[in-house]
């Protein structure tokens, strides 16, 4: 599997973990952490009971054991150490399921919109000091019995998960990442940097003068996309003195903005253990691993500040409004291709109650049969296609109604007939019955925790992170949902969700009005402009500038051809026979009563 870009999972461009796992916008809100010290120092020691083998955890010299959470809903134990010298923080989640997980993560929050994250994770998968080939990956995968295996780029962070059953498979493929993350080639190859994030392409110098680059061509596409032109402007919109305001993928436009030598510099100031997130799930030796991790990469580190924290949006005083075009053919009508949007900033991800509430109230007035909202729409002729999304994964979640395929004279029609209908519930009340359905639904896809082809290892993983990088104390808070949802189903029928209503969505004046709308010939208009700005810039340039842009074509297109050598590729690990068992796994059946 690639490695991908993932973004919110509003019918998105790009490759998603599964239908209800949102990718999970971070931030940092580390508070607390002295206080509470002692407080879950002692908590770690009572649990453990003087018995460190019940845990499956000794005492390490390297790490200081921080808190432990008994994580009874997952079956699993929880635990959260920091590695002394590095300052690495790391997570254990240690229970029977023999799909392990490993994950490395790092806090990296865009300052401009180069999409210097999204370059970056692309280029640390490009050989490193111990596995110097080109793409370690390609060769990885051949010897491989992986169940997950990608990188992936989020607004604010960038994560590197891996994930198998196969005990020495798993040991390889946490040496392969940490080695990736931590000792990368492109120190030694800028042909990394130009071949994934941005470069001129001049095949002579009588020739046409363009870009090109992996990621510079995949935002081009993404771009061009109506729902991914409307995510960028909804999270732009409602954050627009944090990093948000960025785009991590790469805006096509500044992207070419980006230097060599600032690409490096990133790399130095975010990728390093005291700002990474380390994750480890499954049946496993957890002492085992600790020791690896620490002897061969974080005792090599010394802690350091790196301040990558995500800033809080201050509310606004009004609500905002925002409209930006889309391209369309010169063959598709204007008519019927506008996207509408309403949007309120909920809270913060670190309330857990409003985390889980707001994903019922989406079910319950935009996805449930005869959904109160999405019918009022419908019926008002606004849109062919109404959609909504709550994006809990944000320090500050956002809730959406989105109508597809309107126009733009009914944006006002749309705003009235939205809070209209949203004041007429919170006055008279919501459905129990659908309410009671859409915590039902929840609270199954919880404990069932079916995620289809992905290990549920990964998704936990993933979910922790909304609250592990905005609070250091609160890693485990979105681990232990069934009494939050026992107290949401004591709620119904109290006049709450209707509160939670009339407080996020009416009151609230933290919010945006998004439109996108199309344009007939946008992309080709953009390609001409950009065409002309190239042959500017090419006709400002010497024979000799001329010819160096050439010679560097040429120069990456045989770093590209070249071959690694033999005694490289054989440096990659690949499974044995040996290291595979010869049993059959077991199927496992179990006999529950229900009520």
């Known amino acids: 599997m690639e490695n991908g870009f993932w973004r919110k999972n509003r019918n998105c461009p790009f490759e998603s973990p599964s239908e209800d796992v949102i990718i999970r916008f971070t931030a940092a809100n580390i508070k607390k952490h002295d206080i509470e010290e002692r407080y879950t120092m002692s908590k770690f020691e009572s649990m453990e009971s003087g018995s460190a083998n019940q845990w499956g955890l000794p005492e390490l010299d390297a790490y200081e054991r921080v808190l432990a959470e008994d994580l009874a809903d997952l079956k699993s134990k929880g635990y959260l150490l920091r590695h002394k010298k590095s300052g690495a923080r790391v997570l254990l989640m240690a229970n029977e399921d023999e799909n392990k997980v490993f994950a490395i993560g790092f806090r990296t ?3 401009d919109s180069t999409g210097v994250p999204h370059i970056m994770e692309h280029s640390v998968l490009c050989g490193s000091k111990d596995f110097p080939v080109k793409d370690p990956f390609v060769e990885l995968v051949k010897g491989s019995l992986n169940t997950f295996l990608n990188a992936m780029t989020y607004p604010d ?3 590197y998960p891996v994930a198998s059953c196969n005990d020495k498979d798993f040991q390889n493929l946490m040496h392969v990442y940490m080695d990736a993350v931590f000792y990368p080639n492109i120190y030694r190859h800028p042909e990394i940097f130009r071949q994934e994030g941005w470069s001129y392409h001049l095949d002579d110098v009588q020739g046409q003068l363009s870009y090109n680059g992996v990621v510079y061509n995949e935002m081009k596409g993404a771009f061009s996309s109506p729902e991914g032109v409307l995510d960028r402007m909804v999270l732009n919109s409602l954050f627009p003195d944090t990093s948000y305001a960025n785009e991590s993928g790469g805006d096509p436009d500044v992207i070419p903005e980006l230097t060599y030598e600032q690409f490096l ?6 990728y390093h253990p005291s700002n990474s997130y380390i994750y480890l799930y ?5 002492a085992e691993k600790l020791e690896w991790l620490d002897e061969n990469y974080l005792s090599a580190f010394d802690q350091k500040e790196v301040d990558s924290a995500i800033r809080y949006q201050e509310p606004f005083e009004q609500m905002r409004e925002v409209e930006m075009e889309y391209s369309i053919s010169s063959e598709e009508p204007e008519e019927d291709n506008t996207f509408l949007s309403y949007n309120k900033v909920i809270g913060t991800s670190l309330d857990e109650k409003l985390y889980l509430a707001f994903q019922v109230l989406d079910y319950a007035l935009l996805s449930a049969p005869g959904a109160p909202l999405k019918k009022a729409l419908v019926e008002s002729g606004i849109g062919k296609d109404i959609m909504g999304s709550y994006d809990n994964g ?4 956002i809730f959406s109604v989105i109508a597809k395929n309107a126009n733009l004279e009914q944006k006002q029609a749309f705003i009235d007939t939205v809070e209209n209908t949203l004041r007429e519930i919170a006055e008279k009340g919501i459905d129990k019955k659908a309410l009671e359905a859409g915590i039902n639904y929840h609270e199954f896809r919880f404990r069932e925790a079916d995620f289809g082809s992905y290990p549920k290892g990964l998704m936990y993983g993933l979910q922790l992170f909304d609250s592990w990088l905005y609070d250091e104390t609160k890693p485990f808070i979105h681990m232990q949902a069934i009494p939050i949802f026992e107290f949401l189903k004591e709620q119904v029928g109290t006049g709450y969700f209707e509160g939670l209503i009339q407080k996020w969505l009416l ?11 199309p ?11 950009l065409e002309e700005r190239l042959e500017a810039y090419k006709n400002s340039l010497t024979e000799a500038e001329l010819e160096k842009l050439a010679a560097d074509t040429k120069a990456l297109e045989d770093f590209q051809e070249g071959e690694d050598s033999q005694e490289d590729r054989e440096k990659i690990p690949i499974l044995s026979r040996e290291d595979i068992s010869r049993e059959i796994a077991p199927i496992y059946n179990e006999v529950k009563e229900v009520e």
Request: glycine fraction near 6%; proline fraction near 7%; charged fraction near 30%.
């Open 282 to 286: 499954g049946n496993m030796d957890m």
């Open 265 to 270: 510099d990133f790399h130095k100031t975010y």
């Open 157 to 159: 962070k960038t994560v």
């Open 507 to 517: 009151d609230n004046t933290h919010g945006s009005i998004v439109v996108v709308k």
């Open 519 to 529: 344009e007939r010939g946008r992309t080709a208009r953009l390609d001409q402009e």
């Open 109 to 111: 929050p865009p300052s």
């Open 394 to 397: 944000i320090y500050q979640p």
